[in-house]
């Protein structure tokens, strides 16, 4: 069959990709930019990649005719909390435009648990693109789900650090609301098994794991697989905008997510039907199991995708493109260079940097800025990488996104989304004569920038120098 994946560079888009190349499918792959599909050479050279963005007026003849059916795996409600609704209808909008002029049959959307009489703004959404998706030309089948656990989730990962980072938890009242969460890889099973079925055409079902949990529940079932004490005193009297900077400020997570996710938390999320995990005869995993399954790929660096690559988990939303050219003139600069002995070692730790492996020299004052940045608003260091050391352009590094990653032309270009008054580059190239250059860009913004600059130089002097010795040496 010849699909349109929409998505296909978000969290479960990254996961269903190969799988429907393992199926012997044809891909066209709809990204807004596609420097930004972090995929091998060799799956590239498998899939078609055209470059849409949803929320603009449609294009003519950007898609082939004989698409035989297309997935819908875009959402908005990381990148706003007000006017992420109207974001997300005019996208389905635009899609059934797309779609009215192929001859596609079936359209497969996952969406959101929506049983309650009272939804959240985000669940509500959810639902609203549903309707606007039945009105299109394809038959649709709608998947309906709550938390999903898989490692690289949003979910996964608000729980995992709150349950490693806080032994002791005074925790909202939304704690108690219960929710029914499903692993990722049933997820994907369902998104492939109702692919062509003609008994789902035209058909909404919620999908669900075997576990109906509050969410105190679930961090204590995440503490118990890590073996950790955890004590968590739930009260009454945070509101809902104190619960969203207490995520924030606790966990890698958005403040604009964080606010979105509390207003959903209090709604329950529990599936009213399993018809078709009978149909598809699929076997759910339970939480706990899920949670071992994550750490599994997380200890054998195999995690597909992260929504912390999402560019909304981020604070700029310009094309990455507009960055890679760094500027040269009314910028300030530091810039370090070393000789190398050992080219290639020294290629691999600049590949390797940030996460765990840390910035080489000075790691503790890395991490005081990461604090001070999460302070004012920023991400701070919490969102780490995906990958010890594969990069790929779009990926989130710490508080920088990598703009730039030629491994053949040995150069990584980093561009700051810590809060700076103005713009920061980081580049690090190795050149002909095997001489490491690092070199740190600031365009500052006004007088309070060129301040900022130069308040830092005694520490750029410092960090900036042992970081290139220490990757030119690093053997670690």
Not at 51 to 80: G, Q
Not at 402 to 427: C, S
């Amino acid at each position: 069959m010849k699909i349109l994946l929409t998505g296909a560079n978000g969290y479960i888009g990254m996961r269903l990709l190969p799988m429907l190349l393992e199926q012997g499918h044809e891909l066209i792959c709809a990204v807004r930019n596609e420097a930004r599909l972090s995929v091998s050479d060799a799956v590239r050279k498998k899939i078609e990649v055209v470059e849409i963005d949803f929320l603009k007026d449609p294009k003519p003849e950007v898609l082939p005719r004989d698409i035989d059916a297309a997935y819908y795996l875009i959402h908005s409600m990381s990148s706003s909390t007000s006017d992420f609704d109207e974001k997300e209808e005019r996208s389905a909008l635009n899609f059934n435009t797309y779609l009215a002029s192929t001859h596609c049959k079936q359209v497969i959307y996952l969406g959101g648990i929506a049983n309650e009489d009272e939804l959240s703004k985000h669940l509500q959404s959810r639902k609203k693109v549903e309707d606007i998706l039945f009105e299109g030309k394809p038959n649709l089948t709608v998947l309906r789900a709550a938390i999903i656990v898989g490692s690289g989730s949003a979910s996964f990962e608000i729980i995992r650090d709150l349950c490693e980072k806080l032994p002791v938890m005074i925790t909202p009242k939304w704690v108690k609301t219960r929710c029914q969460p499903i692993a990722v890889r049933n997820v994907i099973q369902y998104l492939l098994g109702v692919l062509g079925k003609e008994e789902c055409y035209n058909e909404s079902f919620d999908i669900g794991g075997p576990d109906i949990l509050s969410y105190k529940q679930m961090m204590k079932g995440y503490a118990k697989v890590r073996k950790l004490n955890l004590f968590i005193i739930d009260v009454p009297f945070l509101s809902p905008k104190l619960s969203s900077y207490w995520l924030y400020f606790v966990t890698s997570t958005s403040y604009k997510l964080a606010l979105n996710l509390v207003d959903s938390m209090r709604i329950e999320v529990i599936t009213k039907d399993n018809r078709l995990q009978k149909l598809l005869n699929i076997e759910p995993i339970p939480y706990e199991e899920a949670i071992e399954l994550a750490f599994e790929k997380i200890k054998q660096n195999q995690v597909v995708s992260s929504w912390k690559d999402s560019m909304v988990s981020g604070r700029f939303r310009k094309e990455l493109k507009q960055y890679v050219k760094v500027p040269e003139y009314g910028c300030l600069k530091d810039h370090q260079t070393a000789n190398l002995e050992n080219p290639e070692k020294a290629l691999e730790n600049i590949w390797s940097i940030g996460g765990e492996r840390g910035w080489y020299y000075g790691n503790w004052l890395w991490k005081i800025r990461g604090y001070l940045d999460k302070l004012i608003g920023g991400v701070g260091l919490r969102r780490g990488r995906t990958h010890p050391n594969k990069i790929f352009e779009g990926d989130a590094l710490d508080f920088w996104r990598v703009i730039l990653a030629d491994k053949e032309e040995k150069r990584l270009l980093l561009f700051a989304e810590m809060r700076v008054p103005g713009e920061a580059w980081l580049e690090f190239e190795i050149d002909d004569k095997n001489v490491l250059h690092q070199t740190a860009t600031f365009r500052p913004k006004g007088l309070w920038g060129r301040f900022y600059w130069f308040l830092m130089l005694p520490f750029h002097y410092f960090i900036f120098g042992g970081m290139v010795r220490r990757i030119a040496k690093y053997k670690g």
